[in-house]
């Protein structure tokens, strides 16, 4: 368990050199260790200091001067961790940093751990669960779209969220006590016509929002994404323009591409996980065989499907196994090859696909569309302004956790099992949700959260 009386330190930016670095102390005694390391030239002190303000000086090592710092002081609860802080911006050399930390556990800070300012925030309540993993995810933010994201729901737009839907629940929950306490009484004030009412739409609200983690993974981890087609339809050079490199083999050979060759790709604010596979077609050739089986086996795990279609030719038999495929995932179809005589019926694809987009790869033509056609489809442009983006595993698997119990509440009440069971799945729910922001959440919950953040976070 974190002892918040203890006071702690650490380099809390990367290691490596860089122009600046920072030495962060928090905790009760931190201006005190800060005034035994630091000397200021008009022999100030932090501790004697009002809160943000900057001094310039030196740290130092018992009588041995480390390095020429700037020593920002925070007074509590006006701090990130809500505590007293000092920060030294000292020169961003690792072994220097090292000595400075050193010096500040010399004189009386404890080192901190992985994600411990963070966790102190939250303690002191600065900042909730679903706030702190955004910071995390602020920090590992790769584009655009999940900076905003994070940045947002870092600023409470997911939490305010979960604060206004647990205090719906709280509601109906107290309605159900109510109601279970004084049987006789007439003092319910929700009917259990409208308790079931309340229910089923909370649970349907709640599953949206688990929904968005489709699209916090398109911004943080990337999406599994299957580039399919009949062989020669163009994937591996659609792979290569997408990835900026000669990743696979493009030959004029059908049957080229064996292996799934994988590559991470950016295109606008989506990240995906490309998988280029073997041409899907009938095969004597054990060895394309068990390509064309890897590529099936992507298909069917992908979170999104790019259906490569060759524009200067017929629609073939091939072509409809490949709508097969794509048939009940995320798909676009991509009618390559834009730039020769077309031979292709578009319109086959019309209702199979979610979107239809025409390009050439190898004159790099159409890559626009296809990345407006990628956002739509993964609804990226739905992320400002809404309720807050689900960023983590962790809060998915509680949200939908949550929406089973709201559905089982519902399914009691119609079943007419009496209003004390119903109760008790209420508050349950109500559980998953206050857990979810941290407001009654186990020690192990905390753990679990912050371990993953780095030290000095
Ligand atoms: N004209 C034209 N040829 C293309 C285009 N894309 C791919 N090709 C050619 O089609 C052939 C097969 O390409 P490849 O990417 O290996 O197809 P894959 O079998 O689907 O991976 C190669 O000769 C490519 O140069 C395109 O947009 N226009
Ligand atoms: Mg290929």
Redesign the pocket.
């Known amino acids: 368990m974190l002892d918040t009386e203890q006071t702690v330190a650490a380099i809390a930016t990367p290691a490596g050199t860089g122009g600046i670095g920072v030495v962060r102390i928090s905790g009760p005694d931190a201006l005190t260790v800060a005034d035994r390391v630091f000397r200021h030239k008009n022999g100030k002190k932090p501790s004697q200091t009002p809160g943000y303000t900057a001094l310039y000086g030196h740290v130092y090592d018992g009588d041995q001067p480390l390095d020429e710092v700037i020593c920002l002081v925070f007074r509590g609860p006006a701090s990130f961790t809500g505590e007293d802080t000092a920060e030294f911006s000292c020169h961003g050399g690792s072994y220097l940093l090292s000595r400075v930390l050193r010096a500040c556990l010399k004189a009386g800070a404890k080192p901190a751990g992985p994600g411990e300012f963070t966790r102190r925030a939250f303690l002191n309540g600065k900042l909730d669960l679903v706030q702190a993993e955004a910071v995390a995810a602020l920090i590992g933010a790769r584009g655009d779209g999940a900076a905003k994201a994070a940045l947002e729901n870092r600023e409470g737009r997911l939490s305010r969220t979960l604060q206004a839907e647990a205090e719906k629940l709280t509601e109906v929950a107290g309605a159900l006590a109510a109601s279970v306490d004084f049987p006789e009484e007439d003092l319910a004030e929700l009917s259990p016509a409208e308790i079931r009412e309340r229910l089923a739409a909370q649970a349907e609200r709640l599953s949206r929002l688990a929904e968005t983690f489709d699209q916090g993974k398109a911004l943080t981890e990337g999406v599994s994404t299957a580039?399919i087609?009949?062989?020669?339809?163009?994937?591996?050079?659609?792979?290569?323009l997408l990835s900026g490199s000669n990743r696979?083999?493009?030959?004029?050979?059908?049957?080229?591409?064996r292996d799934v060759v994988e590559q991470t790709v950016r295109l606008g604010d989506a990240l995906l996980n490309l998988a280029?596979t073997?041409?899907l077609r009938r095969t004597a050739d054990p060895v394309e065989r068990l390509g064309v089986d890897a590529a099936k086996d992507r298909a069917a795990t992908a979170g999104l499907i790019l259906a490569?279609f060759?524009?200067?030719r017929p629609f073939s038999e091939e072509d409809e196994e490949v709508c097969r495929i794509a048939r009940g995932t995320h798909a676009i179809a991509i009618v390559?090859?834009?730039?020769?005589p077309a031979s292709f019926d578009r319109s086959v694809l019309e209702g199979r696909f979610d979107r239809i987009v025409s390009?050439?790869?190898?004159?790099e033509?159409g890559l626009e569309e296809l990345q407006e056609a990628v956002a739509q489809t993964l609804s990226l442009h739905q992320l400002e302004g809404g309720e807050g983006i689900v960023f983590s595993a962790r809060q998915y698997g509680a949200l939908v956790g949550g929406v089973e119990v709201l559905r089982e509440a519902v399914a009691a009440l119609d079943c007419g099992v009496t209003l004390d069971a119903v109760s008790i799945l209420c508050e349950e729910a109500l559980n998953v949700l206050l857990e979810l922001t941290g407001k009654r959440a186990s020690a192990a919950i905390v753990e679990e959260v912050f371990r993953n953040f780095c030290v000095g976070k």
Not at 248 to 257: K, L, Q, R
Not at 359 to 363: G, P
Request: charged residues 25%; proline residues 2%; hydrophobic residues 35%.
């Open positions: 580039i087609g009949r062989p020669n339809a163009g994937k591996s050079t659609l792979m290569n696979s083999i493009v030959t004029e050979i059908a049957g080229t591409t280029d073997a041409g490569v060759d524009g200067s390559n090859k834009a730039d020769l390009l050439s790869a190898k004159e033509r």
